[in-house]
């Protein structure tokens, strides 16, 4: 609910056109990962997941804002949520990450009747942060019911009121390019080992290709 109410105001204060696809777990996509090992060894194409995983990946890849939503299962996300996730270890700044990330925002949002709020958005906001995603806004909220008709009116006022900054903040921020500085610090220390220790493919020769071993960095243009 949270999340459509997002998407929904950034395409209203969007000046041009403005496409929102959505997806949802386990229904879109409900495969955990097998621990095969072929995205690392080689890419993510060959996970035995892929066909179903590729329509959400090249959605991914081509959005301008990301936004993840997760209730609160036992003070964290929910196992669907981070099984999807876990598919795209070799997008971390780490291994292979995509340069569209860069110029990427996202919206990160948690709710629970209760708590557990923070952690479950930062299982969320670890992934965008690694895949090196600039800006990233977070968001957990305790609506103190069970269902989106339930919600207290002074809790539905407050996050109206969030929702609001949240999209100016987006639509504020859309088109600048960068990368997150948790992702920028490890890109700089993934750089100083492949230059310094045995290479390990197929990360390095990504790298290699990519020109990063040199002066070429993939938040600049």
Not at 56 to 79: F, M, N
Not at 143 to 153: C, D, H, K, L, R
Not at 164 to 169: G, H, K, W
Request: glycine share 8%.
């Amino acid at each position: 609910m949270i999340a459509r109410e997002v998407a929904g105001k950034v395409k209203e204060k969007m000046k041009e056109e403005s496409e929102i696809k959505e997806y949802f777990l386990p229904k879109d996509f409900d495969e955990p990962c097998m621990g095969c090992y072929s995205c690392f060894q080689n890419d993510l194409t060959q996970c035995p997941h892929y066909a179903k995983l590729k329509p959400i990946a090249e959605a991914i890849l081509d959005a301008d804002l990301l936004i993840l939503e997760s209730p609160v299962y036992v003070y964290h996300a929910t196992g669907q949520m981070m099984s999807f996730l876990d598919h795209f270890g070799t997008w971390w700044v780490v291994h292979r990450p995509r340069e569209a990330m860069c110029k990427k925002q996202a919206v990160v949002i948690a709710t629970a009747a209760g708590g557990g709020m923070k952690n479950t958005v930062q299982d969320m906001a670890d992934s965008m942060e690694m895949w090196g995603i600039a800006g990233i806004y977070k968001y957990g909220v305790g609506v103190q019911a069970v269902s989106p008709t339930e919600i207290p009116e002074r809790i539905l006022k407050k996050i109206h009121r969030k929702t609001d900054r949240l999209s100016n903040a987006v639509c504020k921020n859309a088109g600048k390019r960068g990368m997150n500085r948790r992702a920028k610090k490890w890109f700089l220390l993934m750089r100083f080992a492949h230059k310094h220790f045995t290479p390990m493919e197929p990360d390095y020769g990504y790298w290699e290709e990519k020109g990063w071993h040199g002066k070429t960095r993939p938040w600049k243009d």
